[in-house]
């Protein structure tokens, strides 16, 4: 995999992120593509990755680093990105760059507060909410059906 060089929202390149850091934001720059691509990020030993969307604008990729990425206070000292690109329709995808970013640890900030940055939502929980949907759709359309049937069989007898 290639080497790609990151930047912070200001534009500055960077090696490193620092512990308690948050709302931190990486860009990829120099870099030609149609979509944006998708970022997993996981520790070391982490069986699942988080996974976040970027955002595209002006041949910069702009993606948010989970802030609870930076808060582990056991943290081993770096975790990794990779960027999944994927085709316009979602049929097929690859890994194209993984980048390891250290984490440079430091006390926490006394008056540090932990927020979400991230929604990370699971497939499977994706997947449940829309065969819950498509329940619920057919049964609406089962008993507007239904209605219609009667309706027009009333009409028919009244005729």
């Not at 979509?35 to 520790?43: G, L, M, N, R, Y």
Request: hydrophobic share 35%; aromatic share 8%.
């Amino acid at each position: 995999m290639a080497t790609v060089k990151l930047y912070d929202r200001f534009g500055l390149e960077i090696d490193h992120l620092t512990q308690w850091d948050y709302n931190v934001t990486l860009q990829i720059h120099d870099y030609q593509f149609d979509i944006a691509p998708i970022c997993h990020f996981a520790k070391r030993l982490d069986k699942k990755s988080l996974v976040v969307n970027s955002i595209l604008s002006n041949g910069v990729v702009s993606v948010d680093i989970p802030n609870k990425l930076l808060t582990d206070e056991n943290t081993n000292g770096a975790f990794s990105m990779f960027v999944f690109l994927t085709d316009s329709e979602g049929n097929t995808g690859r890994t194209i760059y993984k980048v390891d970013l250290p984490v440079e640890k430091k006390p926490k900030p006394d008056d540090y507060e932990y927020s979400d940055n991230i929604d990370v939502i699971e497939l499977s929980v994706l997947r449940a909410k829309l065969q819950s949907l498509i329940v619920k759709t057919e049964e609406t359309l089962d008993n507007r059906i239904d209605e219609l049937e009667n309706t027009y069989q009333a009409t028919i007898t009244e005729v």
